[in-house]
């Protein structure tokens, strides 16, 4: 493994031979229990209980058939008070997340990649319900940070190779990652947050917990604010956001509602461009925005950009606008003491919309304006600015039901349930005038419309069942099978139709109709073996569907084909893509006593996947369509074969140091060639790209007399930028750092538990590319750059 020269290869090659030397023989101190939670809630659970014990890092389930990991929400905190929790997860073996913000927060510069697996190929809960597949364009979800305050967060819980056969998701081809909010506390307490940092950034938080009352009742009600100045153009990034949870314990069951508001406004940076052979790339492309007259003088009098910035021309402004309100009740009936039966209602409301003020003589769009305003002037129609503004206006409406039973019958635990979710979700692409006299900013929502050029609404249900048995067949052996059923019934529409010649391919109307996909049967297939009380190895079989994209008129959704003969073609030919995920790893936790090393904890685990039916959205001009909508060709192309190595542990040094490391492989790669309609793509045997194949990280910590020390390092290796590997980005290794303390109050003070917090990103000043956008042709990509090193300082206090 090629590792970047800031980082000793000796002390990596130290550490990775201690952890693979220590696994051989340190594995569970106690035996494994040979039950599964459906949900996921025992592995919450226990990062939650490691919020008391010292410097858990990492907390690895022995309860599973499958490779699952969690972390609590303390160590969340840890990464950067307010963190996207997702984020905090990049300290895993065989997860590789970048963002262009310290927080992980802007959804536009986020990529995340799980074991060869893009974030939109995997599946998402929060407490259980489905929050949609992570596409930045909205259409059936919402990000985690927008569904619970960071600071809410009691764990989240990644399975990497396969979810839970219960998680409700049309998207989980390569794993789950379960968010759980935390839960109210027993006793009344008021805590208070306030973080200060780079960039004028200011994060306010606050929590009112009623400890316990009427009996079995607790409840909370928080609230954050966000507001920070992004580091390399002028725009401030934030929102508030609003939570309460109500938890009542009657012994006979568990009742609990929770409900989310989330208000965010988010100035976007446009990626950078970069060709082959092409040296002069800018590192950042920033907007010109406040700076209306220097946005005037970019532009020529005709409104054409500087011929020497190319593709890398600037835009006024860009921002995402998002309001969410997100609501379930849940109860979980205990029937006696071997069953219990869990029904939850959700429903959630997304009203977004994505702006951009650009240029009006770029990527085709003279053309597209001609078609709405033949023979005019087209800068006076647009305000005579130059500019004009574009809208994706989003809509979501969804609601579910999901209804779980898991029962005890003697050496069998048998789960089977259902899930049904119902979504109504629209998007408008609008055009408006950016007015030479009255200019909007990021922070208007526009109004007065020119052109529509398009309205979609697509009309989901899903329907997933499942069944499963663990059996115990002894003490130290059990053996898990079940299936599930994934249903999808989707019908989409155009309220709004493109005029003649309003988008790509020249097509008259966008598509209309039906599609319905049913695989009644995904099995699952996994065995525990505990070898000793001390060693335990887990096998896992398993095979999961992604269901078509829903989305109209963009991404790679049928909806979105510039056709209605595309669209039934696709229909009639097309299959949703699948993956096969093999699984075998050991795993466990024991104390020792070797001079300085106290105990030690860890993971290997071996995996291959074969993923089929691969879906590509394929155009001829993506620049032009993307801008302008409608996609020449949407089709199967062909398999993946991936296979990997994660190896994690923490070393624990007494009770005031540890150190933990994971190093993960994987080499995801091409099996077939494709056409995109014009000449044949050579992408047999090339590597998936913006995947690397060797990642490596680390966390050291340290507590002493009330002071907490934390030092994470982040390497990734080489990552492909282009289907074709003709292109690539170099390696980069980034180090953060937290100190923290607590101060020790007066028995009987108002306030209790003071504390301060220092945390330092990117401490290294590492520079290079964070997010990379795969180019969809040879010889061109595009990137975010590695957000410099900033720091952030937070006071807290209960009361």
């Known amino acids: 493994m090629k590792l970047p020269c800031r980082l000793p290869p000796s002390l990596i090659a130290a550490a990775c031979t201690a952890l693979l030397s220590a696994l051989l023989s340190a594995l569970p101190s106690c035996p494994a229990q040979a039950h599964t939670s459906a949900t996921g809630d025992m592995e919450a659970n226990s990062a939650a209980t490691a919020t008391e014990a010292s410097m858990q890092t990492v907390v ?86 927008r569904a619970v305050i960071s600071e809410n967060v009691g764990a989240v819980v990644l399975s990497s190779g396969a979810g839970d056969l219960a998680t409700p998701s049309t998207s989980n081809l390569g794993g789950t990652i379960d968010t759980f909010s935390s839960t109210p506390l027993q006793q009344r307490r008021a805590t208070v947050e306030q973080t200060f940092g780079s960039y004028k950034a200011s994060r306010t938080y606050g929590r009112f ?129 071997a069953t219990k039966w869990t029904n939850q209602a959700y429903h959630h409301i997304d009203d977004g919309v994505g702006v951009v003020a650009g240029p009006i003589g770029v990527a085709g769009l003279p053309g597209l304006f001609s078609v709405y305003f033949p023979n005019q002037n087209l800068k006076q129609v647009f305000g005579n600015s130059g500019y004009a503004t574009r809208t994706t206006e989003y809509d979501i409406k969804r609601g579910g039901l999901i209804s779980n039973v898991v029962t005890e019958a003697g050496a069998h635990k048998i789960g089977f349930g259902i899930w049904w979710e119902h979504n109504k979700a629209s998007a408008y692409r609008r055009w408006y005038a950016l007015d030479v006299n009255n200019p909007s900013t990021p922070y208007d929502r526009p109004a007065n419309a020119l052109i529509t050029q398009y309205g979609s609404l697509i009309d989901n249900n899903v329907v997933q069942l499942h069944l499963q048995d663990e059996w115990r067949m002894r003490p130290d052996f059990a053996l898990q099978a079940g299936f599930k059923s994934s249903l999808q019934f989707a019908e989409g529409t155009f309220p709004v139709q493109p005029a003649p010649g309003a988008i790509a391919g020249g097509s008259k109307a966008l598509p209309v109709g039906k599609i319905i996909t049913k695989k009644w049967f995904l099995p699952q297939f996994g065995a525990r073996w505990d070898v000793t009380p001390r060693d335990q190895v887990f096998v896992n079989i398993q095979k999961n569907l992604r269901q078509f994209v829903t989305y109209g008129a963009g991404g790679a959704s049928p909806w979105s084909l510039a056709s209605q003969a595309g669209f039934d073609l696709f229909k009639s030919t097309a299959k949703p893509e699948t993956s096969v995920t093999y699984e075998v790893g050991v795993r466990g936790n024991r104390e020792l006593d070797l001079g300085a090393v106290s105990r030690i904890e860890g993971q290997a685990n071996i995996y291959h ?167 969809a042709a040879s010889g061109t990509y595009n990137t975010f750059p590695i957000a410099p090193r900033q720091v952030f300082l937070t006071l807290g206090a209960s009361f």
């Open 609 to 775: 996947v074969d993923f089929s039916n691969r879906i590509l959205q394929i155009s001829p001009n993506p620049v032009v369509s993307s801008i302008i909508g409608g996609n020449p060709i949407l089709a199967n192309v062909g398999s993946v074969r991936t296979t990997g190595l994660d190896v994690a542990g923490t070393v624990y040094f007494g009770k005031h140091f540890s150190f933990y490391d994971g190093v993960s492989y994987n080499r995801s790669e091409y099996a077939d060639d494709y056409s995109n309609g014009a000449a044949v793509v050579r992408t047999a045997g090339k590597k998936v790209p913006n995947s690397p194949e060797w990642m490596n990280k680390f966390v050291a910590s340290a507590n002493h007399s009330g002071w907490e020390v934390q030092l994470v390092g982040d390497y990734v290796g080489k990552r492909y930028a282009t289907f074709t590997n003709d292109l690539a980005v170099d390696p980069y290794f980034q180090m953060s750092l937290s100190i923290g303390t607590k101060f020790t109050m007066p028995a009987g003070s108002m306030l209790k538990q003071p504390r301060l917090k220092l945390t330092v990103s990117n401490l290294t000043q590492e520079t290079g590319a964070s997010v990379v956008l795969v180019g």
């Open 60 to 145: 690895i389930s022995t309860r599973t058939t499958r490779s699952t990991v969690a972390m609590s929400g303390a160590e969340v905190q840890k990464i950067l008070p307010g963190t996207n929790p997702i984020k905090a997860l990049q300290t895993l073996p065989g997860v590789s997340f970048q963002s262009a913000d310290p927080w992980g927060n802007n959804e536009q510069n986020l990529s995340l990649f799980v074991h060869g697996f893009s974030g939109s190929q995997l599946g998402y809960t929060l407490d259980g319900v489905p929050l949609g597949d992570q596409q930045y364009g909205n259409y059936n979800g919402l990000s985690p940070q």
């Open 209 to 337: 917990d009623t400890g316990e009352f009427g009996g079995g009742n607790t409840m909370y009600v928080s609230a954050m604010r966000l507001d920070a100045k992004a580091w390399d153009f002028e725009g401030q990034q934030g929102g508030k956001q609003l939570n309460a949870k109500f938890v009542r314990d009657t012994g006979a069951g568990v009742l609990t509602a929770y409900f989310n508001y989330n208000d965010k406004i988010e100035p976007n940076e446009d990626s950078t461009v970069h060709l082959a052979g092409e040296t002069s790339s800018p590192y950042t492309r920033p907007f010109t925005y406040p700076d209306f007259a220097a946005a005037l003088k970019y532009l020529s009098p005709t409104g054409a950009t500087p011929a020497a910035d190319g593709n890398n021309y600037r835009n006024y402004y860009s921002d995402a606008q998002r309001t969410d309100y997100l609501a379930y009740v849940k109860y979980e009936a205990h029937l006696g003491d």
